[in-house]
């Protein structure tokens, strides 16, 4: 690839100091994410893989090693600088959905505009919650609130959220793991969706049959990757819900 | 810092929670409501009182005979027989004095129309009127001349009135004082009841010789009313009357007392002094319980809402921007306290006003001051938990559970 990688991680260290004993989470991690990847984070708990994601989210900060976000050296950034390369960097996606409740899905998708550091009109900000949620399937759906939607509407709302400040990269922290497997497929169609449209996904997960819908898979263990490789026979979400439609309708049928 | 997307967070976050808010802004509502409201009555009670106190007259100095001593025995003041017209005539002599009057007092049955009452009767002088700052309803006061004539005239309240002629014009009218004919030539404007519960209608005013040689046959005073140039020369009017009374009565032993309305007053504004620093202390305790309270709440939020602060960090909120947002909230909070406060407590006087009778009436400084004092007291007590919340840790507050 010609263009310069969205993410360029060069011997990346994180040591805890808790305790008596210094925990090494991550042990010189080298990485680089090109523009239009899909990529799915993995490995077993304790491997790393969270205290990395943490780092590329610019949620914390490396011990050893530099960190280029888009080109601009992240690991030296004070707190505030931090907050803003996440406001306009990067859209988060979390497992538990992190909605604030008694608040409507428009509210909650216009929600990282209020912390911009320029002021973007009232206007501006409904139109543009709207069309995230529209891009997610919701707009029909911007008065309802968290606990009027269902789980999947509300991980789309998340991804709203984290779309409506054009992020260069889209970061899912186990998106699917509160979500059935059907809800979960319509969600990673979602994200499929969004990456053929050009936008970088880095997406943690430990379900081997939702890696299977990025492109490309990094395995990490104790703090080391283990393994870096393009995904082979990919899933397509759209394919595999009308099978799986078809199959419900046939024991539907069968009954 | 984001000033105006803070003020929209925080008032989103308030209306999030409208029970916690309203029951939050509970404490300063009734802290500052009862301040507003007690402030609001001991002033109008205090104003009434200064009201009464100065229409009892102003530069007003009464004098006083002296204590009658036989035996070892005292008698209290104008027990005495010290005071004489004389005293009095030289009195309006001074340079200080503007006008006297001569008293004699005395309860009498009187009769009238077939009816009786027992009332006060005062011999006075014509300036009467102008000294206590009393004024004639309908006819006119006796004159130098009844003063000289002892003329059977007589000035009557409206309760005497109301006693002896119910219903009829009383001018021109007859009365009895023991059995002597007095005509009836003017009527008091109503006045009610004084400071010390006296109804100042029940009263019959004759010229005090007509008091002194026709009703009784006195030749001493029980006091002589005297009112100053100004409300300056009270105190050269007492020292005058004080240095010409003690050459003329030529006693070892003062056997008068000189009195003014100004000793009267100061010490009604000293106890009203008193009950508003009083109130000062009740208010400064229920605005620190009503803080305490505020922090309280916004500290149990803060916990609560850790992963709020989480998310909103990890979309891009400084600490700053959470700071602000919290504080902007407890702010909200005491100042919409205060103000319901204010507005509460001013109904509950008028509330007590039309029900009770009692004079209200709330001084627009102690608005200004519940409201700035509440809101002072909502930056105080959000600050600690605001802080604190800016402090967390985007990473820590995510996984808070």
Known sequence: MQTNPVIKLAEIHKVYHTGEVDVHAVRGITLEIFPGEFVALMGASGSGKSTLMNMIGALDRPSNGNYLLDGIDVSTLDRDALADIRNEKIGFVFQGFNLLSRTSALENTEMPMLYHRHRIPAHEQKERALRALELVGLGSRADHHPNQLSGGQQQRVAIARALVNQPSLLLADEPTGNLDSQTSIEIMGVFQKLNDQGITIVMVTHELDIARYTRRNVILRDGNIVSDTMVAGRLNAENELRQLRAAQQAVKLAL | MRIFASLKIAGRALRRNKMRSLLTMLGIIIGVGAVIGSVSLTTGATKQVEDQVASLGENVVTVFSGNFTQGGMRGGWGSAPTLTVDDA?????????????????????????????????????????????????????????????????????????????????????????????????????????????????????????????????????????????????????????????????????????????????????????????????????????????????????????????????????????????????????????????????????????????????????????????????????????????SKLDPIDALRYE
Request: hydrophobic share 45%; no cysteine; net charge neutral.
């Open chain 2, 89 to 389: 005539k030289a009195i309006a002599q001074l340079p200080h004095v503007l006008a006297v009057s001569p008293e004699v007092r005395d309860r009498e049955q009187i009769l009238a129309n077939g009816l009786n009452w027992n009332t006060q009767v005062l011999g006075e002088s014509p300036d009467y009127p102008q000294i206590v700052n009393r004024s004639i309803a309908s006819g006119s006061m006796f004159s130098d001349q009844d003063v000289r004539s002892l003329a059977k005239s007589a000035i009557v309240g409206k309760t005497v009135v109301d006693q002896l002629f119910p219903g009829e014009d009383p001018l021109g009218q007859t009365l009895r004082i023991r059995n002597i004919p007095f005509q009836i030539v003017g009527v008091l404007t109503p006045k009610g009841f004084n400071l010390f519960g006296q109804d100042q209608d029940d009263i019959v005013i004759v010229p005090y010789t007509s008091h002194m040689h026709r009703i009784t046959t006195r030749t001493f005073l029980n006091d002589i009313l005297v009112e100053a140039s100004s409300d300056k020369a009270i105190i050269q009017a007492q020292n005058e009357i004080t240095d010409l009374l003690t050459a003329r009565h030529r006693s070892k032993e003062p056997d008068f007392t000189v009195r003014n309305q100004a000793d009267l007053m100061q010490r009604v504004s000293e106890s009203s002094r008193t009950m508003g620093f009083l109130l000062a202390g009740v208010a400064a305790v229920s605005l620190i319980v009503g803080g305490i309270g505020i922090m309280n709440i916004m500290l149990v939020s803060v916990t609560e809402r850790t992963r709020e602060i989480g998310i909103r960090m990890a979309v891009g909120a400084r600490g700053t921007d959470i700071l602000v947002q919290f504080l902007i909230e407890a702010v909200t909070l005491s100042a919409i306290g205060g103000s319901m406060g204010i507005a509460g407590g001013m109904i509950f006087s008028w509330l007590v006003a039309s029900l009770q009778d009692w004079p209200t009436v709330t001084p627009s400084v102690w608005i200004v001051i519940a409201f700035i004092s509440s809101t002072v007291v909502g930056v105080i007590s959000g600050f600690y938990p605001a802080w604190k919340a």
